[in-house]
Every structure is written in structure tokens, then in C-alpha cells.
């Protein structure tokens, strides 16, 4: 990487600020842009939430071209990723960002959280949109013991213009599994960073919250945030006849988009989640 860091510590636990830059080698050529609104027809955006669980599918096989056809097929314009590899040996020292860019047409961004066997883990974004800004930031997490196993948390947030030919903040994260207290305290950082009373840029939020919708990090990002969801939130894991919505699409500020569309797509071989999808039409103005 081109960030110091220290090596002994498997978070990456320093604020990296990027523009128009990608991390560990993701600098990938932009894909053509999405056209802009037709005249007197709202701007819209296609979102995509996926934990791809590193590719590795439900039959045991690592397939990223699998997942690359999931998000083909959503023709997605954002595309918030969870648990992506790059250059770490269970995966075959692949750099997953960069494949799945290629593999979409899309421009991929990657935000480690963390060392992993000889590569990083994290999270990215996938976009059609140009890119004007990345940001990738440390969220608070219990650090591993004998004991307990977490891992480090963290968000990549990537501003683009959009169809309307304005800026929009698009954020990838993925909260801790098995700390309650570190999920609360992750909710509470979010929206700290890109949600305060002085931010005012189009912003949207998507990830796995490890979170279900009447848990309390979820009421924390609501207190900011609204839900792009359909009603009753549709399950998103375990991925076959799943039970639990933990994965989100959320935005601010609430009059900025209109709600078009909303659900969980029924995809249950190519990662251990079901990918979520929205499509947010941008308000005039």
C-alpha cells in the first residue's frame, strides 16, 4: 500500500483521504457514464447492496464471475460491496475489485478494513458514475482476544456526479457480527461522519449492519437516514430461506429522493447473502 501502516496490527486504523484514487492497486479505468435525464423525466439511480462473502458461493466453489453476473444483471449505477478480497490467499491471491470492475463495465474503489493472509479485506464500490472523491474511514470496533474473534470495521464513502450532474456520496460499510455494543457504537460513527446537522450532500448509505430493522443500531440510522425498503423488509440471510433482513440501502436528506423501487433479489448460490436493490429517483431542484 502506498498509506503507511504498521504491519503488526491487522487494522487499517488510519483516516485515508483519496481524490479520484482508489486503494491497494484498485485504480480502474471509468466505464461510459450513465445518461443524463431525459427533459421532464426525474434522475434516477439503480442501487445494489451485496455481501459477496469473498466469492465464495454456497457449493463451496470460488466464483467471482458468478457474482459479477448477479450485478450484471441488477444494471446496477451504484454498487456497495461487503466482504471483498484483494491479493489474500484463500482466494487465490485475486484482486476482486479489479475483476469484478472488468468483468461489469463498472469503475471499482476499495476500502480495506484489515490484513488478511498476506492481502486485505474489505469493502468497495462499483460505479457507472464519474468519480470525484474517495474517503475511506476506521469505525470503532472491539479489538480480538483469545477469547473473542472480531474483526476491524470500516466505510468507503465515494462521491460522484450523478445523472443530474451533481454531486451524490455513496457509502459501503459493514458493521461488526458479533459485539452488539461495537454495532451501536458503529451506527453512532456513521452518522457522525456523513450525517450531522451541517452535512447537506445527497448521501447513500448501504451495507451489512449485522442489524435487524427494530434493533437499536438500525433506530440510531434512522434518527438520520430513511430506509429504501419494501414493507415488511424482505429477509436477506441465512441465503436460503432466510429469516433475517440485515443488509440496507438508506438516504438523506429524505426530500432529496423518491423511492421507485425495492427489494431483495432471490439469489441463492453466489455468496451467503441476498443482494438489495433500490432505485431512488433523484428530486428536481
Known sequence: MSESTNPHHPALSRR??????????????????????????AASLRVLCYNIHWALGMDGKYDVARVAEVIKAAKPDL????????????SSRMH?????????GLA????????????????????????????????????????????????????VTAPDDKPL???????QHNVPEDRVAEAKAINALFADDGDTL????????????????????????????DDPPSPTVPVVNPTSRIDYIFYRPTDAFRVTEARVIPEEMASDHRPVFAELALAAG
Open 169 to 175: 456520496r455513496f457509502i459501503s460499510t459493514h458493521f
Open 79 to 90: 454498487v456497495a460491496l461487503q466482504e471483498v478480497d484483494v491479493g489474500v490467499k484463500r
Open 202 to 229: 445527497r448521501t447513500i448509505l448501504a451495507g451489512d449492519m449485522n442489524a435487524k430493522p427494530e434493533e437499536e443500531p438500525i433506530r440510531i440510522l434512522l434518527e438520520r437516514w430513511s430506509n429504501a425498503t
Open 16 to 41: 485515508r483521504l483519496l481524490t479520484g484514487a482508489a486503494v491497494a492497486g484498485a485504480t480502474l479505468p471509468l466505464s461510459p457514464v450513465a445518461a443524463p435525464a431525459q427533459e421532464g423525466k
Open 108 to 159: 471499482g474503489r476499495f476500502g480495506p478494513t484489515q490484513h488478511y493472509e498476506g492481502g486485505l479485506f474489505g469493502n468497495a464500490v462499483l460505479t457507472r458514475l464519474p468519480i470525484l472523491d474517495v474517503e475511506i474511514h476506521p469505525l470503532p470496533y472491539t479489538e480480538a482476544t483469545p477469547e473473542l474473534q472480531t474483526y476491524p470495521r470500516g466505510a468507503i464513502a465515494v462521491t
Open 96 to 104: 476482486e475489485v479489479r475483476m469484478l470492475a472488468e468483468m461489469t
